[in-house]
């Protein structure tokens, strides 16, 4: 069968903020399909950048059988239109979505899009078993699909699987170095990276989370450094980012992981869980090649760490960054506001961890956003603060806006604290970088190390122009601490 499988477009219209990552989920479905025979095509209107119109002239000439798209829960009102507009040019075409907004909002996607079914996760597993039985799925487990005008619902998949038998990612079938030297905020890496899951899932409850996988599966460390040793080879790859949510949730598998990853000198970041962190580990991931560890350390205040049941304490939050520190590695300081109990009082406390860490948070502070299967989601269903699913769907563009307000504060006085917090954070950064010679030094040396990466692949003409529009957008930029390498 002919499969052509989707990735849609950066659903914030701004082509420049995230970084254009390799599409995991989309890859390892891709191979298994391959595997069993099948014809498969990618289409990745967020690498290229597509508009609206663009997509449609190039869809118009490819030939398929099926399309499977990938989508977060964001992506809902463009995948209206998407859908709407595919479905006109082939009616008889199947098209199912995978993902978390298939996941999370099955019935509000089937009821409102023409889509003939749902993948509720596991994609490698469910995608190939539904390609043998599309006239009669309801033997296929963890599906959702319209019969008879009602959503029907399948039997749930294990969510234990042994992952090590799930071919690598299906590299070969995506302009992978579109993916290698991705820009970020328009400026391109500085080096030639691509992404790598160990683990799918996580064992924490985190109330803002939505998290895709409830179980947590582990590779071998063997079969991730097979996959390591593929992309460094034959594909040049010189930086790993680890995608998983806790790649060091197992102290030996860490350990050995490092053990096995330091001869092959490739230099890799990761996220870490401040509950699993252990100087030990954090040296010997140094001395293997580690450079970044990202934290989801969320805030400064007690108050809300329990609000969001985040398992955490301020005092593991300080000691894990120090020890980060400590260790050679820079920490990536992952921060929210606007969290049930956040009043000015809990963001002062917040701005007071990250003035006496001398820390930045990594980009922005992310607004608490209640996103489908995330427990404030529930609780917002269920209190009547969401009434109408398809409605709030359509709403929702990620965490960079406020959406429902959860904190104790109005709309007006949390953004107003937000920027005040940003800023105070900022100012008080750069003044200690001031007094830290050692530390200015690496970061300004990276900064003009990107830059001239930038111009070398882009010319000077144009790299200047780049820079000239980013910092006209976000002039604090000059001023970050460098953390994405
Ligand atoms: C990498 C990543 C990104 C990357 C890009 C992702 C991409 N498109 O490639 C970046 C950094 C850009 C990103 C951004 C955002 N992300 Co993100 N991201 C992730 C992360 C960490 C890993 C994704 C991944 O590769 N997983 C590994 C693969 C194997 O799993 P998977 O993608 O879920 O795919 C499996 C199944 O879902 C299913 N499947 C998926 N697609 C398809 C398609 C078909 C056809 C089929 C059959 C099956 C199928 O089968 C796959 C194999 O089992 C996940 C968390 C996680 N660990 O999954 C969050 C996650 C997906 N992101 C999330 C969110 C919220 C965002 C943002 C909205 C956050 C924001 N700041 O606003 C933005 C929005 C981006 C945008 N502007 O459009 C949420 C999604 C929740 C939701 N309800 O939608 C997640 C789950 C994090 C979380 N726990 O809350 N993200
Ligand atoms: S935020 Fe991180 S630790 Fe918390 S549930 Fe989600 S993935 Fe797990």
């Given at each position: 069968m002919k499969v052509l499988l989707v990735q849609p477009p950066n659903f914030h219209g701004d082509k420049d903020r995230e970084a254009q990552r390799f599409p995991l989920g989309l890859a390892y479905v891709a191979a298994v399909l391959k595997e069993k025979g099948h014809e498969v095509e990618i289409f990745d209107a967020w690498v290229n950048h597509y508009s609206k119109e663009e997509t449609l002239s190039k869809l118009k000439d490819i030939e398929y059988d099926i399309m499977g798209i990938t989508a977060m829960s964001p992506h809902f009102k463009y995948m209206e239109w998407f859908i709407k507009e595919v479905k006109g040019m082939h009616p008889e075409r199947k098209i199912l979505i995978g993902g978390a907004l298939a996941k999370y909002n099955y019935k509000q996607v089937l009821e409102t899009m023409d889509v003939d079914f749902c993948v509720l996760g596991w994609g490698e597993y469910v995608m190939p078993k539904l390609l043998e039985n599309l006239e009669d799925p309801s033997e296929v487990e963890s599906m959702a699909y319209l019969k008879d005008g009602k959503v029907f619902v399948t039997k749930s998949i294990s969510e234990i699987h042994k992952i090590d038998e799930v071919p690598f990612p299906a590299w070969d079938l995506f302009d992978v170095e579109k993916y290698i030297g991705a820009t970020r905020l328009g400026i391109a890496n500085s080096s030639r990276r691509m992404c790598v899951i160990t683990t799918r899932g996580c064992p924490f409850n985190c109330h803002f989370c939505s998290k895709n996988f409830p179980v947590v599966n582990m590779r071998s460390v063997d079969n991730v450094i097979e996959e390591i040793k593929i992309l460094k080879d034959k594909y040049k790859v010189e930086v790993i980012d680890f995608e998983d949510e806790l790649v060091m949730m197992s102290r030996k598998r860490m350990l050995e992981l490092c053990e096995k990853i330091k001869p092959l000198k490739i230099r890799w970041k990761c996220n870490g869980r401040v509950n699993h962190v252990d100087f030990e580990v954090l040296k010997a991931m140094k001395a293997s090649g580690c450079y970044y560890v990202a934290y989801g350390i969320e805030s400064g205040s007690q108050t809300i760490l329990d609000s969001i049941n985040k398992e955490s304490t301020v005092e593991l939050n300080e000691r894990a960054l120090r020890l980060t520190v400590k260790a050679g590695l820079i920490p990536g300081v992952l921060m929210m506001i606007g969290n049930p109990k956040e009043t000015r009082e809990t963001v002062r406390e917040t701005i007071n961890f990250c003035k006496r860490l001398h820390v930045q948070p990594v980009t922005q502070f992310f607004i608490s956003t209640p996103l489908p299967g995330s427990e404030f989601y529930r609780m917002c269903v269920e209190d009547g603060r969401i009434?109408?699913?398809?409605?709030?769907?359509?709403?929702?563009?990620?965490?960079?806006?406020?959406?429902?307000?959860?904190?104790?504060?109005?709309?007006?006085?949390?953004?107003?604290?937000?920027?005040?917090?940003?800023?105070?954070?900022?100012?008080?950064?750069?003044?200690?970088?001031?007094?830290?010679?050692?530390?200015?030094?690496?970061?300004?040396?990276?900064?003009?190390?990107?830059?001239?990466?930038?111009?070398?692949?882009?010319?000077?003409?144009?790299?200047?122009?780049?820079?000239?529009?980013?910092?006209?957008?976000?002039?604090?930029?000059?001023?970050?601490?460098?953390?994405?390498?």
């Open positions: 009434t109408d699913e398809v409605e709030y769907l359509r709403n929702l563009t990620g965490t960079y806006e406020i959406l429902i307000n959860l904190s104790d504060m109005s709309d007006d006085e949390l953004l107003v604290v937000k920027r005040e917090a940003e800023e105070e954070i900022n100012k008080a950064y750069c003044a200690y970088r001031r007094t830290n010679p050692k530390l200015f030094l690496k970061e300004y040396t990276h900064k003009a190390k990107v830059l001239y990466h930038h111009a070398k692949g882009y010319g000077i003409k144009k790299a200047a122009k780049d820079v000239i529009k980013i910092i006209k957008k976000n002039p604090r930029l000059i001023f970050r601490a460098e953390y994405t390498e």
